[in-house]
C-alpha cells in the first residue's frame, strides 16, 4: 500500500472517530452541575427526599486516628438509628423522613477526604462529624464554592467557625484555644504562685491549647511558664520530655496530648521520677477509664480537664438514664458494644441531637434553609451535656459548642471544680 | 508473530491509535461527571509520581523511598508561589526545579555510598520532612497546610472547574509520559539498564554508574516535583500530611503492581493509588485496610509481575510463544536473594558471594528453573515499554 | 548530670523497643534473604493472641507462650504459602508483598479487636529503682534483659548451631543446599516461624507501654530499619547497639541541642547512619560481601 493511501486511511479513521466524538459532546453536560448551584428556592437539594434524607461523613476508619474516627460515626449512627426507629423526624415541612448515613473512610489523608467529598457531594444532603483538621481543610473551599454544608465537625480549628472564610462550614466542639484557656483562667484566678511546665503536640491542635492557655495567663503575676516542650503525634515515647520537664521544678503541668498510650506513659513516668504536680488534660485524652486509671493518675495532687459532655466511661454513665439509652443505641445500632474509649461517640451523638433541632425547623428542603436554620440554634441542651454548657450556633466565630466547664478527677469520675487547688 | 501483533506494528495503525486516544482524551472530560473527572485527575497526578519511582527504581534499579517528599516539595512550592501571586509558568518551573535541585543534592551524597545508603537516605527525606514542613509555617502554613485555588477554569474556555483541571492533568502528563518513554527507549535507558543489571559490568563499559544513579534521581525528582505541582491543581491543598512516609510505601506497591519498569505500568500505578481506596470504601468503609490489604495480594498472587504482564499471561494461557517462565514474566530484575544487602541487583556492591555473573551483553535465553535463584538474563527488548 | 543519664537509660529503654523488632527483622533476612515489612503487623497481631488468651482465663505467662507457639505456626504458614511464591523473584515485588500484608494484618486485627487502645498486663511490676541518681523502671530493665537474651540466642544460634548454618545456607544459595541434601522448604517455614516467635516476645514486652492497638509497631519499624542498616544486616548484636545507640543519640541531641529540639530529632539515626556508611558499607558489625564479576 502507497503511503499515501496509508495516510488517507489514518485520516479517514481518525476523522470518523472526531465526528463521532462530536456527536457524543452534543450530549455533553450542561446543567448546573460543579460551578454554582443555581437551583431555585423551592427545587430541592440533592440528598433529600419526601421520605428520607441523607448525611455523609468522611473521616478516618483506618489507620492511627482510627479508634477516635470510628466513633465519630458510631454517634450520630446510634442517636438516628433510634429515631428512625421511632417512625423519623418530623420536619418543620410538615414531611416525616428518616435519616441515612453514607460515611467514607479517608484514613487521615487529605488527599483521600477531597476525592470523599466529590463522591459524596451530589447524593447527600450535607456533610458533618468528620474528624481531623487538615482532611476538614483540604476540601473546606470547595465545600464553599459547591454551597455543600460541612457543619458540626469535629476539629477545634477556628477557620470553620468563621463565617467570612467559610460560610458553609460551622465546627462542633470548642476551639482549642477556648479550652486551653478556661484552664488559663481558672489558674490565674487561683491564689498562690505557680509553675507551669507545658508539653504539647507539635501541630494545630497543641499549638491552639497553648495559646488559648497563654493569652489567659496573661498579666497573671503569679502564673510562669518554666518550660515549653513538644512531642510529634507519632512518637513512640515521650520520656525524654517528661525528663526534662520534671526537672523544671513546676508544680502544674500543663498537657496538650492526643495519644492516648503518651498521655497513659506520661502519668507513669511523671511518677517514677517523682514528679507530682497537678495535671491539665485535654478533653478528648481524659477518660478516666480508659487514661487515668491505667496511668494511676491518684498519686497526683489534681488531674484537671474541660468538658463539655459527660464522660462515656466514668462509672455514673451507665447508671444514669440518658447514658444507659446512649450506650444501648450505640450497641444495637451502630454496633459498638463496648463502653466508648473516646469522647467523640458522646459528641457524634450531640452533633444527631442538634441537627435534629435543625431538621426540625427547616421548612425548605433546601441547603440554604438548612443553613440559615442551623445557625439559629440557642440554649439547645444536648443529651449527656454538662449543666452549664449548651449548644449556641448564632455567635458569628464561636462553634456550636463554646462554653466548657473544668472539671477535675476525684478518683473515679469528673466534678466541677470551682476552683484551683 | 501473531497476526495482532503485525496488525499494530504498521506505521499508520499506530498513528490511527495515537489520533483515536487523543480524541477521546479530548471528549470524555466533557462527557464525563465532575466526580469522575476528577477521580481520573488524580490518578494522573499518581501516575506521573509512580513514574518518577519508575526512572529511578524501575529502569536504574534504585531503591527510593522518599519519591513522596518531592511530590511534597513540588506541590509546597506551587502552593506558595500561587499565593504570593507569581506567574503561573514561573511557580511551574520552579516546581519542577526545586525538587529536582534537592534531587540532585541528595543523590551526589548518597550515590557513592550504594543501595544501602540511598535506601536510607530516600526513607529520611518524608520522615524528617515532615516536622521540617511543620517548622517552616511561614512557608508552608505550618500542620494547618495552606490551600491555593488557581485552576478554576478561564472565562474564556466554558467549561468547568473539573474538566479544566482535567485537561491540565491530561495534558501535562502526557508531555512527561512522552518525553520519559523517550528517555527510557533512548541511550540513557539503555545506561540505566546496565546500571541496574550490574555496576561493575557497567563501568568496565566505560559508562559510570555513578553519574546515571545522579541522573536517574534527579530526573525522578523532577518528575515528583511536577506531580505535586498537578496535585495542587487538582487537590489544591497542601499540607505535611502529604508527604508522609506511608505514602512513599504505597507509592512503592503501585508501582510493583502496575508493573516495575513500565511506562504504561506507571499509569495503571497510579490507577491502583487512586482507585482501590475508592472501591474499598465502597464495598465496606470499616474494612477498608483489610480490603486493601487482600486486593494487593491477590493482584501480586497472580500476577507478580503486575498488571501490566497480564497479556503476557493471557498470550501463555492460549498457547502462544510466550516470553519467559511465569516465574519471571514481568520481572525484568534479576532475582538474587542476599545476606547483605537487601537487593543485590539494586545495590550493585552487595552480591550473593556464588552467584554468576550475568552475560555481557545481556541475551535472550531460556530462562532458568524456578529453584534456581540465580540471575536470569533477559534482553533489553523484553522490558515492558509501551 | 542526672538529666543526662536519665536521658541515656530512658533511650537504652526506647532502643530495646526498636532492638525487638530489629532482630526479627534480621531473623528473616538471615533465613530467607528478605526485609519483612510486616515484621511489626505480626508482632501485633501475636499479641492481640495472648491477649485473647488472656481475657479467655490464661494467666499471663501462659497466655504468652500460647500466643508464640501460635506465632510459629501463623510464620510457617505464611512463609510456606504466601512469601514461598515471591522469595525467587524481584525483590521489590516481595518487599510490597510483605507491605500488603502488613495492611491485610493490621485490617484484620482492627476488624477483630477493633481499634481502640487495649491495655495489656506487663511480665513486670511497675516500679522504679534508683540508679546513679535516675530512676529506672522494672519494665525497662526487663525489656532490655529479655532483648539480650534474645540477641545472644540469635547470635549462637547463626554461628554455633547446625540450625542456624543450615539456614544461613538456604539464603545464600538454596540450590546448592538442596543439592547438600538440606530440606530448603522446610528450612524456610522454620526461618520464618522462629522470627514470628520472636516478634511475639516483642509484641507483648511492649504492649504494655504503647497499649495494644493494630497499628502498635508502626511508629517503630522505621527505626528498627533504621537500626538493622547501621548495625549491619547479618549481626544480632550490631542491630541491638545500632537501636540503643539510636535511642540514646536522638534523646541526647534533642534536649541538649535545641536547634534540633523534639520535633527533629528524628534526623538524628539518619545523620548517623549516613556517617557510618560513609567510613563503613557494611554497617557497624556487618561482614563485608565482595562481588564476583
Not at chain 1, 462550614?169 to 479550652?179: A, D, H, K, R, T
Not at chain 3, 504466601?82 to 524481584?90: I, Q
Not at chain 3, 548451631?161 to 528450612?187: D, E, M
Request: with cysteine.
Amino acid at each position: 500500500m502507497s503511503t499515501l493511501r496509508k495516510r488517507m486511511r489514518a485520516t479517514t479513521i481518525v476523522a470518523g472517530v472526531g465526528v463521532v466524538a462530536l456527536l457524543v459532546a452534543g450530549c455533553a453536560r450542561g446543567g448546573d452541575e460543579g460551578g454554582g448551584s443555581s437551583e431555585g428556592p423551592a427545587d430541592a437539594s440533592p440528598g433529600i427526599t419526601d421520605t428520607e434524607i441523607t448525611l455523609g461523613i468522611t473521616t478516618p476508619l483506618s489507620g492511627a486516628t482510627a479508634g477516635p474516627g470510628t466513633c465519630t460515626v458510631a454517634g450520630i449512627t446510634a442517636y438516628f438509628g433510634a429515631r428512625n426507629a421511632e417512625g423519623g423526624i418530623e420536619f418543620g415541612d410538615g414531611k416525616t423522613r428518616t435519616v441515612k448515613i453514607n460515611a467514607l473512610d479517608d484514613g487521615y489523608d487529605p488527599q483521600k477526604a477531597a476525592a470523599n467529598f466529590e463522591q459524596l457531594k451530589g447524593s447527600v444532603f450535607a456533610m458533618t462529624s468528620g474528624l481531623g483538621t487538615p482532611t476538614n481543610r483540604s476540601w473546606r473551599e470547595a465545600a464553599t464554592a459547591d454551597e455543600v454544608p460541612q457543619v458540626l465537625i469535629q476539629t477545634g480549628d477556628p477557620i470553620f467557625s468563621n463565617q467570612q472564610e467559610s460560610p458553609w462550614s460551622l465546627g462542633f466542639v470548642p476551639i482549642y484555644q477556648n479550652e486551653g484557656a478556661a484552664f488559663g483562667e481558672l489558674l490565674a484566678s487561683s491564689s498562690g504562685e505557680h509553675k507551669v511546665a507545658i508539653l504539647a503536640q507539635n501541630d494545630d491542635y497543641g499549638e491552639g491549647y497553648v495559646e488559648g492557655f497563654k493569652e489567659a495567663i496573661e498579666g497573671a503575676d503569679n502564673i510562669e511558664i518554666v518550660k515549653e516542650l513538644t512531642y510529634e503525634a507519632t512518637d513512640t515515647t515521650v520520656d525524654a520530655q517528661l525528663t526534662e520537664l520534671a526537672g523544671s521544678g513546676a508544680d502544674v503541668f500543663f498537657n496538650a496530648m492526643s495519644i492516648t498510650p503518651l498521655v497513659i506513659s506520661s502519668l507513669q513516668k511523671a511518677q517514677q521520677l517523682n514528679w507530682l504536680p497537678s495535671w491539665f488534660l485535654p478533653s478528648n485524652t481524659s477518660s478516666p477509664g480508659a487514661i487515668l486509671e491505667p496511668g494511676g493518675a491518684s498519686a497526683f495532687p489534681g488531674v484537671y480537664t474541660v468538658a463539655f459532655a459527660q464522660s462515656a466511661s466514668a462509672p455514673t454513665f451507665a447508671e444514669s438514664e440518658e447514658g444507659a439509652t446512649f450506650l444501648s443505641d450505640l450497641a444495637e445500632y451502630a454496633d459498638y458494644p463496648d463502653v466508648p474509649a473516646f469522647p467523640h461517640c458522646v459528641w457524634s451523638y450531640q452533633i444527631g441531637a442538634t441537627l435534629e433541632q435543625v431538621f426540625q425547623k427547616m421548612t425548605e428542603p433546601t441547603r440554604d434553609d438548612f443553613m440559615a436554620q442551623l445557625r439559629s440554634i440557642s440554649d439547645f441542651v444536648a443529651p449527656l451535656m454538662l449543666e452549664g454548657t449548651a449548644v449556641d450556633t448564632t455567635i458569628d466565630g464561636d462553634p456550636a459548642v463554646s462554653s466548657v466547664i473544668v472539671q477535675k478527677y476525684n478518683g473515679k469520675g469528673y466534678a466541677t471544680a470551682e476552683d484551683f487547688g | 508473530m501473531s497476526a495482532a501483533t503485525a496488525f499494530f506494528s504498521r506505521t499508520w495503525v499506530r498513528w490511527a491509535v495515537v489520533g483515536v486516544i487523543a480524541v477521546v482524551l479530548i471528549v470524555l472530560p466533557l462527557i464525563f461527571d465532575a466526580p469522575t473527572n476528577s477521580t481520573l485527575a488524580r490518578i494522573g497526578v499518581f501516575a506521573v509520581a509512580v513514574l518518577g519511582l519508575n526512572v529511578v527504581m524501575g529502569y536504574t534499579g534504585q531503591v527510593s523511598l522518599g519519591q513522596i517528599f518531592f511530590l511534597g516539595l513540588g506541590a509546597y512550592v506551587t502552593a506558595y508561589g500561587v499565593n504570593e501571586g507569581w506567574n503561573i509558568v514561573l511557580v511551574f518551573i520552579l516546581a519542577i526545579l526545586l525538587p529536582a535541585v534537592v534531587g540532585l543534592l541528595v543523590a551526589l551524597a548518597a550515590a557513592r555510598l550504594g543501595g544501602l545508603a540511598i535506601a536510607m537516605v530516600t526513607i529520611a527525606l518524608p520522615i524528617v520532612g515532615v516536622p521540617l514542613a511543620k517548622r517552616l509555617s511561614e512557608f508552608t502554613g505550618g500542620s494547618q497546610g495552606t490551600s491555593a485555588r488557581f485552576s478554576s477554569a478561564p472565562e474564556w474556555t466554558g467549561l468547568y472547574d473539573d474538566q479544566w483541571q482535567l485537561y491540565v492533568v491530561i495534558a501535562i502528563p502526557a508531555a512527561v509520559f512522552v518525553l520519559t518513554r523517550n528517555l527510557v527507549r533512548g541511550k540513557f535507558g539503555r545506561a540505566f539498564a546496565i546500571v541496574k543489571e550490574n555496576e561493575a559490568v557497567a563501568s568496565s563499559m566505560g559508562i559510570s554508574p555513578y553519574r546515571y544513579k545522579v541522573l536517574a534521581f534527579t530526573i525522578a525528582s523532577a518528575i515528583g516535583g511536577v506531580a505535586g505541582f498537578l496535585y495542587m491543581v487538582v487537590i489544591q491543598y497542601t499540607s505535611p500530611e502529604t508527604l508522609a512516609f506511608h505514602h512513599s510505601i504505597t507509592l512503592l506497591a503501585s508501582m510493583v503492581i502496575g508493573g516495575a519498569a513500565s511506562i504504561l505500568g506507571s499509569l495503571i500505578g497510579g490507577a491502583y493509588y487512586v482507585l482501590v481506596p475508592q472501591l474499598t470504601n465502597i464495598i465496606d468503609p470499616n474494612l477498608t485496610a483489610v480490603l486493601q490489604g487482600a486486593i494487593l495480594l491477590l493482584v501480586l498472587f497472580i500476577l507478580p509481575g503486575g498488571i501490566v504482564s497480564l497479556p503476557r499471561l493471557w498470550r501463555r494461557s492460549r498457547g502462544g510463544r510466550g516470553l519467559g517462565s511465569p516465574v519471571a514474566a514481568g520481572a525484568q530484575t534479576t532475582g538474587i536473594a542476599t545476606i547483605e544487602g537487601t537487593r543485590a541487583s539494586h545495590a550493585g556492591d552487595y552480591a550473593s558471594p556464588v552467584g554468576s555473573a550475568p552475560a555481557v551483553p545481556p541475551v535472550t535465553g531460556p530462562e532458568s528453573g524456578p529453584t534456581d535463584k540465580s540471575p536470569s538474563p533477559e534482553s533489553p527488548e523484553k522490558r515492558q515499554d509501551t | 548530670m542526672g538529666t543526662f543519664i536519665q536521658l541515656v537509660i530512658d533511650g537504652l529503654s526506647t532502643g530495646s523497643i526498636y532492638a525487638a523488632l530489629a532482630l526479627a527483622i534480621v531473623l528473616v533476612n538471615q533465613a530467607t534473604g528478605l526485609i519483612n515489612f510486616a515484621q511489626g503487623g505480626m508482632a501485633v497481631l501475636s499479641a492481640y493472641v495472648a491477649y485473647q488468651f488472656l481475657q479467655w482465663g490464661l494467666p499471663l505467662i501462659l497466655a504468652i507462650i500460647a500466643s508464640v507457639i501460635v506465632s510459629f505456626f501463623l510464620g510457617a504458614v505464611i512463609e510456606r504459602f504466601l512469601m514461598r511464591r515471591f522469595e525467587r523473584g524481584d525483590p521489590d515485588t516481595a518487599i510490597v508483598v510483605t507491605v500488603g500484608l502488613l495492611t491485610l494484618i493490621t485490617g484484620v486485627c482492627a476488624w477483630i479487636w477493633s481499634y481502640n487502645n487495649l491495655l495489656f498486663p506487663s511480665l513486670f511490676p511497675l516500679d522504679s529503682i534508683p540508679i546513679l541518681g535516675a530512676s529506672v523502671s522494672v519494665r525497662s530493665i526487663g525489656t532490655t534483659l529479655v532483648i539480650l537474651a534474645i540477641m545472644v540466642l540469635l547470635q549462637v544460634l547463626f554461628v554455633g548451631t547446625k540450625l542456624g548454618l543450615a539456614l544461613r545456607a538456604v539464603a545464600i544459595n538454596p540450590q546448592s543446599a538442596s543439592y547438600s541434601g538440606l530440606p530448603v522448604g522446610r528450612l524456610l517455614m522454620v526461618g520464618w516461624g522462629l522470627a514470628a516467635i520472636l516478634g511475639a516476645v516483642a509484641g507483648a514486652l511492649v504492649a504494655p507501654s504503647l497499649t495494644l492497638t493494630p497499628g502498635m509497631m508502626d511508629g517503630a519499624l522505621v527505626y528498627a530499619l533504621a537500626a538493622v542498616i547501621l548495625g549491619g544486616l547479618s549481626s544480632p548484636v550490631g542491630v541491638v547497639v545500632a537501636a540503643w545507640m539510636i535511642g540514646v543519640l536522638e534523646n541526647l541531641a534533642a534536649v541538649y541541642v535545641p536547634f534540633i529540639g523534639h520535633d527533629l530529632k528524628i534526623a538524628v539515626p539518619f545523620v548517623l547512619i549516613f556517617v557510618v556508611l560513609i567510613v563503613r558499607p557494611q554497617g557497624l558489625f556487618g561482614r563485608k560481601v565482595v562481588v564476583r564479576v
